[in-house]
Each structure stands twice: as structure tokens, then as C-alpha cells.
């Protein structure tokens, strides 16, 4: 169901969605500037605002100091799940809490300037654009390797899915209403924002940007992490891993028979011994391998399909906030479109 089509696209408002971990120290920084921005929109494009916090189980103040931000110029949810379920779910959950009809991704450690935010924006309401979203324009100040497991990750996963996925293609982005209205429909449990956000389809547009140095903190991404994540995009959202099975398993068998055949025409032709042990040797621990590894794709595979079964829910909120921007003042969460759905049931 998408949404109605409207004379004035921005009387539809705008929800910034700011999934958080640990950002207690750089939270009231970048709410001061998201919230100077807010109030640009509302003064030059009447775009009514909310910002959306949602803190993944944080385990520092994070919770605290988001319950304690001013509605200034912006309405202010905070969402409290009550563990990290990820940055996936994350978004998933400020999605769902999103009140107003366009929904527009950022990062809470900074690195994602809000001053970009207009730029979005613009791109939305006067170019009719659906998916906005941001791309580094360089990778120039990133170690080698790091450059081309990224390049690797989207060839792989564009040539396993129908839908491609813009290479380096970030979480910073802005849906319309109806975008947002399509990825709400995504059933899934097992999510992959970037290519879900690209497999809706609609008007997109990518924008460069130069992302800010981090302000606070460490970042949590490791080469395990990011190793983590790239198995889970890939087996999320594309069957490229079993493609490379398939055609790893032809390359062998072809090459075997190459093999099978030399060893006769040597043993014909020229009298030599078929080799013995360590060819054996070899070739059980190559077979092996192979067989091993994709037994191994295979589970990842039936691992999500287990998990889709079971049906759990994606997150569970923990603590719900909403302070609207007039009064500032905490009122019961009972606005959200999931929460409505609820009640009308009951």
C-alpha cells in the first residue's frame, strides 16, 4: 500500500532515524546540530520534523542522555530496546516508530554530517526523487586491502541478486513516504538494509559526500566484524555463495578429469607409474575442503531459513519516549502506526 500522492510533498514531515551504541558523550553535539537543521527545514520548506533515537543496548549512558535531550524545533522519540540486537534491527525499530511520512537514515557517531541532511532533502522534494542516498566519494585514506574486500563483497552480491546495489552505497539515505511505506513491507527477519533499500526500486539518486572525522569514541568495526557482516549481507540477500559452490564443484571435476586423462596418456604412451600417496593424499584433502566449506555455505543457508521460521520478532523495546516539540514535554508512545494497529485489534 503506498501513500496517497499529496500536493505539497513536505506536508508529509520528515523522521530522522538515529540508531545509537554507545554515543553518550557525542549524543548532545549532534542533537544540537540535527535539531539546527530541523528548524531550517520547518522555516524554509514548512517541513514538520521528529528525530527518532534508538538506542541498540548501550551500555554506557547513552539511554539516559537521550531520555534527557530537549524537543527543540523537532519532535524527539526515544526508543530503548532492551539488548543490541544489532544495527539491523535498529533501523528496522526507528522505521516502525517513524510518525511522519518521509524517513531519512543517519549514523550517531557524527561522521554522517547533518548539514547534508537539506541536500536530501532537496533532492526529495524538488527533483521527485524516492531513495536518496549518500556514497564516500573516495577511499583513498583506506588501507588497500580493505578497498578491495569491499569491491569483492558488491561483485559478489550483485552478480547473486537481480537488484544491484550501488558500490559503496552508506546507511545515510532518505526514503519518501511511499519508499518507506515499501520497506515497511519487507517481511524478512534476516535484513540487509542496503539492499533492501536498493531492491524497492522507485527514483534513486546517489550523492557524494566526504564523511567527518569520528568526535568520540572508538568505532566497533574490526576486520572480524566487518567479516561477520559481509557473510551475513551475502547470504541475506543474495545467492552468490552458492553459485560459487556450483562452479567451484565444475572446476574441480574438469580438472580431475584434465588429470585422469594425462595420467593415462603418460601411462600409455610413455610407461610411467600411475603416482601414488601423495597425489591420493592431495587430492582427499582438497575434496575435503571444498566439501567442507560449502557444507558450511549450506548451513548458513538453512541457519536464516530456521531462523525465518521461527518467526521471533526482530527487537523488543525496552523503554518508549516521545516528547513532542510545542511543550517538550514526555507523553505516553502510543502514536506509532505499529501501535495503532494494536489497539485497533484490541
Known amino acids: ?3 496517497p500522492i499529496q500536493s505539497n510533498p513536505a506536508t508529509a514531515g520528515l523522521s530522522i532515524v538515529i ?3 554507545n554515543e553518550a558523550a557525542g549524543l548532545p ?3 544540537e546540530r540535527v535539531c539546527a537543521v530541523a528548524a531550517r527545514l520547518r522555516d524554509t520548506r514548512g517541513l514538520p520534523v521528529e528525530i527518532v533515537y534508538v538506542n541498540d543496548g548501550s551500555r554506557d549512558d547513552t539511554e539516559k542522555v537521550a531520555l534527557s535531550l530537549p524537543a527543540q524545533d523537532a519532535d524527539v522519540q526515544v526508543v530503548g530496546l532492551s539488548r543490541n540486537f544489532g544495527k539491523e534491527a535498529a533501523l528496522l525499530a526507528g522505521l516502525e516508530h517513524a510518525r511522519r511520512g518521509a524517513v531519512l537514515f543517519m549514523d550517531g557517531d557524527g561522521q554522517h554530517p547533518p548539514s547534508l541532511v537539506e541536500t536530501l532533502v532537496a533532492r526529495w522534494l524538488d527533483d521527485g526523487y524516492d531513495v536518496v542516498y549518500t556514497a564516500k566519494a573516495h577511499r583513498q585514506n583506506e588501507p588497500w586491502l580493505l578497498r578491495s574486500g569491499v569491491h569483492i563483497f558488491y561483485s559478489l552480491i ?4 537481480r537488484q544491484k546495489i550501488p558500490e559503496d552505497a552508506g546507511d545515510f539515505r532518505l526514503l519518501s513516504p511511499r519508499a518507506a511505506a515499501a520497506l515497511r513491507q519487507m517481511p524478512e527477519r534476516n535484513r540487509f538494509f542496503k539492499g533492501l533499500a536498493s531492491w524497492i526500486g522507485f527514483r534513486q539518486l546517489r550523492v557524494d559526500y566526504e564523511p567527518a572525522a569520528r568526535e568520540h569514541g572508538k568505532t566497533s568495526w574490526n576486520l572480524w566484524s566487518l567479516l561477520a557482516f559481509s557473510i551475513e549481507g551475502l547470504t541475506s540477500f543474495s545467492v552468490a555463495p552458492l553459485r560459487v559452490a556450483s562452479l567451484l564443484g565444475v572446476a574441480i571435476a574438469f580438472v580431475a578429469l584434465l588429470f585422469g586423462i594425462w595420467i593415462l596418456f603418460e601411462t600409455w604412451f610413455y610407461g610411467k607409474d600411475v603416482p601414488g600417496y601423495p597425489s591420493l593424499a592431495v587430492a582427499i584433502m582438497v575434496l575435503g575442503g571444498v566439501q567442507l566449506v560449502m557444507i558450511g555455505v549450506l548451513g548458513e543457508y538453512i541457519g536464516k531459513l530456521l531462523a525465518e521460521s521461527k518467526q521471533r520478532p526482530v527487537y523488543f523495546v525496552a523503554a518508549h519516549q516521545v516528547k513532542a516539540a510545542d511543550d517538550a514535554s514526555a507523553v ?7 501501535d495503532a494497529a494494536k489497539d485497533a485489534a484490541e
Open 1 to 3: 500500500m503506498t501513500a
Open 19 to 21: 540508531p545509537l551504541w
Open 29 to 31: 553535539q549532534l542533537h
Open 158 to 161: 550483485n552478480w547473486g541478486s
Open 332 to 338: 505516553p508512545a502510543k502514536n506509532t502506526a505499529k
